[in-house]
């Protein structure tokens, strides 16, 4: 019998439908390469930071050279997952992923692969007809480092695990807490906060180290319980964009 890995990976995407995505399954989507003229043409239009769009300042810069933006990563990516892993026939679009981390950077000359496993698989609700299924992707450089996680939200039915939070309880995705332990990489924290003169700030709290462990919840979301705590506790103008988001029951 194959494997579900096997079984998808054997199936062409203009052939692929829900019962195919098989939870368990893990696709290697093959490789593509970070080409130096790429990636200043997406920072130099999208993401006009020295370090992705001056090679002349990069070399200065925190990172000894030119990297890529982290969504020029992101597009990469999404190259090789729409075609090697979606159905081209029965795809529908996403609502979308809350999970994304870059752990480390990418550079020009670099050869990413990508491996995405499916997470989840269930019928919908409201419309049987369709289903949705949920992915967790890893993006590894040619030394088989880690250089892009990305993981879904959980959404109401959806798996997760209910942790303290304020007075009440925050309902968190176990699926940042598989890929930690999968890749051996940290989870960090990064909020976007909105300023009061509509610019956005980016926080990014110390690495939350992810081991194994028994205990239910996970000692890691427990402590991304508490990073999200005190940015709502120093942020509270910003709790009702988290609120619904989030929130089983805290007020």
């Known amino acids: 019998m194959m494997s579900p890995a096997a079984s998808l990976s054997a199936i062409p995407i203009e052939h692929r439908y829900f019962e195919d995505y098989v939870v368990g399954a893990l696709v290697d989507c093959g490789t593509i390469d970070v080409e130096e003229a790429e990636v200043l043409a997406f920072g130099r239009r999208f993401d006009p930071q020295p370090f992705h769009s001056d090679p002349d300042a990069a070399a200065k810069g925190p990172f000894g050279g030119l990297i890529a933006s982290g969504w020029h990563t992101a597009s990469l990516m999404m190259r090789l997952f729409v075609q090697r892993y979606i159905s081209s026939v029965a795809s529908l679009g996403s609502p979308g992923a809350s999970e994304l981390a870059w752990p480390r950077p990418v550079q020009p000359g670099d050869v ?86 509509g610019r956005v700030r980016i926080r990014v709290e110390e690495p939350i180290e992810v081991l194994p462990s028994d205990e239910s919840p996970h000692p890691a979301l427990l402590k991304y319980a508490e990073a999200l705590e005190r940015q709502v506790g120093e942020n509270p103008e910003q709790w009702l964009v988290l609120h619904k988001a989030f929130c089983e029951d805290a007020t």
Request: aromatic content about 4%; cysteine-free; overall charge positive.
């Open 112 to 197: 990413l692969r990508v491996v995405i496993s499916v997470i989840e698989a269930r019928r919908s609700r409201s419309k049987p007809d369709r289903g949705l299924v949920r992915s967790g992707i890893e993006v590894f450089n040619q030394r088989n480092e880690v250089v892009m996680l990305q993981a879904d939200r959980v959404m109401p039915g959806q798996k997760g695990e209910k942790v303290p939070f304020l007075r009440g309880h925050l309902m968190l995705p176990t699926g940042p807490i598989k890929l930690a332990l999968a890749s051996g990489s940290p989870i960090i924290p990064i909020f976007t906060l909105r300023t009061a003169d």
